[in-house]
């Protein structure tokens, strides 16, 4: 096995070991099948196949830690060699975990700790400068005016997550983009989180402790991740509604429903990417659940409040019209005065919401009419 060229580049060496290590695979499968009449006549005959195993792969073992050396600092091309003995030996009562494998553990382990690392600042980052520069401009807006072009597919082992774009289009998301109108931040969020929990399972770590620590770390990292976008959402949200003015001009903006767009996303993704198997749900889970549930309640009571201060302005302006006469004291009866008695229909509200600005004056309009009848109800109730 020593026949492999020395002085090669990194790169080539790399190749060679995944083929010799596709070889080596192939040889030891061929005896397994060749020598199975030989398990069942003599009880010792599989632990001496297993010993002859790694005493084989104890040569291939020079090689492959000679190639791992000279890779550059920070490179993830070694990790398909990882996955491809990994996913023979795992499988393999008699050498899983065993000397070898244990040894491929041991050359991986600060690779996995360093590359997860690394995935943790970069996803922080685009989110800082992602959210500083966001447009709140819908995905699908976004995607609908791309060019027909050829889009690069991802591998099914996500080897250059480092230096994924700040958003990628559909294709490279996959089903995330599929029935969403998030923002661009928050659905690159989704994907990063998503694709790196699925390149640490396809690892399938043999070693239990160390594959749970890892699933935990992802699960609190994504539970992070998704508490800053919720958080910088709803801090874009309330900076709209302070510079929205309270004239009947004022419209729900696109952007607006993008925001809510993003916390129904977030409360989705949530329940895949920060929940543990291990039974752990409410460690991260419901916590941040309980976080986009208070930021979406907040929302629409301060949207809710917009319309009251709007409809409020329009009704005190028509009462100083009919000062004197029997409609005023109807038309001074404003939101304020009934905001113990009254509650917007949600239905109404998100028909509001999701409407073209063409009909939301009429729909406003109903919201007036609601908030009279429930409070005129309301009135009868008590007076009985």
Not at 157 to 176: N, R
């Amino acid at each position: 096995m020593s026949t492999l060229d020395a002085q090669a580049a990194p790169e080539k060496r790399l190749e060679d070991m995944m083929r010799l290590g596709e070889l080596c695979i192939e040889v030891l499968q061929q005896n397994e099948e060749h020598h199975s009449e030989g398990r069942e006549a003599f009880s010792w005959w599989p632990d001496m196949m297993a010993e002859h195993a790694e005493s084989f792969l104890c040569l291939y073992r020079a090689d492959m830690d000679a190639a791992l050396q000279v890779q550059p600092v920070d490179s993830w091309d070694s990790f398909p060699l990882f996955q491809l003995l990994n996913n023979f030996l795992r499988t393999d009562p008699h050498l899983c975990n065993g000397t070898f494998h244990k040894h491929l553990q041991d050359l991986f382990v600060p690779l996995v700790v360093r590359y997860i690392d690394l995935m943790e600042s970069s996803i922080a980052q685009s989110i800082h400068r992602g959210f500083e520069q966001e447009t709140w401009q819908s995905v699908k807006s976004i995607t609908n005016n791309l060019a027909s072009v050829p889009l690069p597919k991802v591998p099914s082992l996500p080897l250059t997550l480092p230096q994924m774009p700040s958003f990628s289009p559909p294709a490279w998301m996959g089903p995330l983009c599929d029935g969403t109108n998030g923002s661009a931040t928050s659905e690159d969020l989704f994907w990063k989180l998503d694709a790196l929990q699925m390149f640490v399972l396809d690892l399938h770590w043999p070693e239990p402790e160390f594959a749970k620590h890892l699933e935990q770390r992802l699960k609190l990292m994504a539970s992070d991740m998704m508490e800053a976008c919720v958080k910088r959402t709803k801090s874009a949200f309330d900076g709209k509604m302070q510079k929205a003015g309270k004239s009947t001009d004022f419209r729900v903006s696109l952007s607006v429903c993008t925001m809510f767009n993003v916390l129904m996303d977030a409360k989705k993704q949530s329940s895949k990417l920060c929940v543990l198997d291990a039974g752990q749900e409410q460690q991260y889970h419901s916590k941040i659940d309980v976080l986009i549930d208070e930021a979406f309640k907040d929302m629409i009571s301060s949207l809710v409040s917009k319309f009251a201060a709007v409809l409020d302005g329009v009704l005190s302006k028509l009462s100083r019209y009919d000062e004197g006469t029997f409609f005023s004291s109807i038309l001074s009866f404003t939101v304020k005065a009934a905001a113990k008695y009254v509650e917007v229909p949600v239905s109404l509200f998100c028909l509001l919401l999701y409407s073209p600005c063409s009909l939301q004056t009429d729909l406003l309009v109903c919201i007036s009419v609601s908030i009279h009848i429930q409070t005129e109800g309301n009135a009868k109730q008590s007076f009985h």
